[in-house]
């Protein structure tokens, strides 16, 4: 049996590592085991996780590219690790039917250093025109930049939501809950997180419940009381500022998002509640601003980058003993590929070989100068972080030894079946 090529490492596998050889053909994994034969053999150092999926990203490409484009949000996306994103609606011109979506697709496609899919946002009245290659829908219960909120669910709309049979996906902040807390001038993280208080989560939490929407997920999830209320029944997303950061950080502007951080108290609950597994998913809500975007509190738009620094965060965690494995891998890595419906995230015959390798104990300090998204200013700076050391995509190398080897080899995620 021919390859095209054999990976030989420790790769991460059912649950542990382990010294496998692996054979891809076709940018697929074809076997696994040792002492394989017939193809080119490539040794990676350290330890090796399929790559990861993150389904919450806003690269603001097309409409906005001053903050970011496909380049560099996918370019990004490689350094830190994961090689599928899933990019939101809520550009500038949103994308609310078949004609935004097949605009958006042209002009993204040829960008794309690693796969991709599109999210269509459902505005209430729209589900009969989204486009049916849309990989996942957004719903805004409450409003945030470029958003369309959702108050009304007709039942002719519902069912055509689940006619459509994809992933939904909701911001979960209550509109009218948002409205009665509403302060013009905030001028603290302390101060925006009173203006959009825990109770318009949880209130947003309990609608989503109660509408009873097939394969739908919270998203961005900032305190444990919404997991309560969802019940399990719901799937739960958590952001790495929401784990990590809260009111007392000093990021100023750059910290200011939607929804808020939180006290330290709500945010030490939450980590613990993700560190405990009862999250399904991580995501980054990469969401770029550009200086200009950030300079006064008051008006300063709302987002944090992340998509380059979510998995290297949590893997200094996990080297440092606080997170295990297993729940990094499966909210990382193996629920948002499943939830997506994508042959990715596992060490498995016929699925993708995407992969990642690291050194355990190559943690550092994070330096945001050298991040690739266009206003490369985190919240996380000087966070202890390890970063991929090699990134493969369908078996390509798409980083190796921390360098970018490859063009725009990225691809739609309708094209990889």
Request: aromatic content about 8%.
């Amino acid at each position: 049996m021919a390859f095209d090529t054999i990976l030989v490492g420790k790769f991460y596998f059912q649950g542990q590592f382990r010294e496998l050889e692996v054979g891809i053909r076709n940018g697929r994994i074809e076997k696994i085991g040792k002492d394989l034969k017939g193809g080119i053999r490539k040794e990676l150092e350290g330890a090796i996780f399929p790559a990861g999926t993150d389904t919450h990203v806003h690269f603001r490409d097309p409409g906005e590219t001053q903050k970011e484009d496909f380049s560099t949000g996918t370019i990004s996306a490689a350094f830190g690790g994961t090689t599928t994103i899933f990019d939101m609606p809520n550009n500038k011109t949103p994308v609310l039917d078949y004609v935004a979506f097949d605009n958006k697709l042209h002009a993204v496609q040829s960008k794309a250093y690693v796969d991709f899919g599109l999210y269509s946002m459902f505005t209430g009245k729209n589900s009969q025109i989204i486009d049916k290659r849309s990989s996942s829908i957004k719903i805004f219960l409450g409003g945030s930049t470029n958003s369309l909120p959702v108050d009304d669910f007709p039942d002719k709309e519902l069912k055509g939501l689940r006619e459509l049979d994809k992933p939904v996906v909701f911001h979960g902040e209550d509109a009218a809950c948002l409205e009665r807390h509403k302060k013009e001038y905030v001028q603290s993280l302390a101060e925006h997180e009173l203006s959009r208080p825990e109770l318009c989560e949880t209130e947003a939490a309990k609608t989503i419940l109660n509408l009873g929407i097939g394969r739908s997920l919270m998203g961005h999830i900032s305190t444990p009381d919404s997991l309560e209320i969802l019940q399990g029944k719901v799937k739960g997303e958590v952001t790495p500022h929401n784990l990590l950061l809260n009111v007392d950080s000093e990021s100023g502007t750059w910290g200011k998002v939607n929804p808020p951080l939180r006290s330290r108290e709500t945010q030490e609950k939450n980590l613990q509640a993700y560190l405990n597994g009862k999250f399904d998913l991580l995501s980054s809500d990469h969401a770029p601003h550009t200086e200009h975007d950030k300079e006064e509190f008051p008006q300063a738009a709302s987002g944090i980058i992340g998509v380059e620094t979510r998995i290297p965060l949590l893997l200094a965690l996990v080297q440092k003993k606080v997170l295990s494995f297993e729940v990094f891998y499966n909210t990382a890595i193996k629920n948002p590929a499943e939830y997506m419906g994508i042959s990715k995230g596992k060490l498995e015959v016929g699925y993708f070989a995407d992969f990642f390798s690291f050194k355990p104990s190559n943690i550092k300090k994070l330096n945001q100068e050298r991040l690739h998204s266009k206003t490369p200013v985190s919240p996380f700076n000087e966070f202890p972080v390890v970063f991929p050391d090699d990134v493969t995509l369908r078996g390509e190398f798409l980083i190796e030894s921390g360098e970018l080897v490859e063009d725009r080899i990225g691809r739609h995620v309708d094209d990889l079946k």
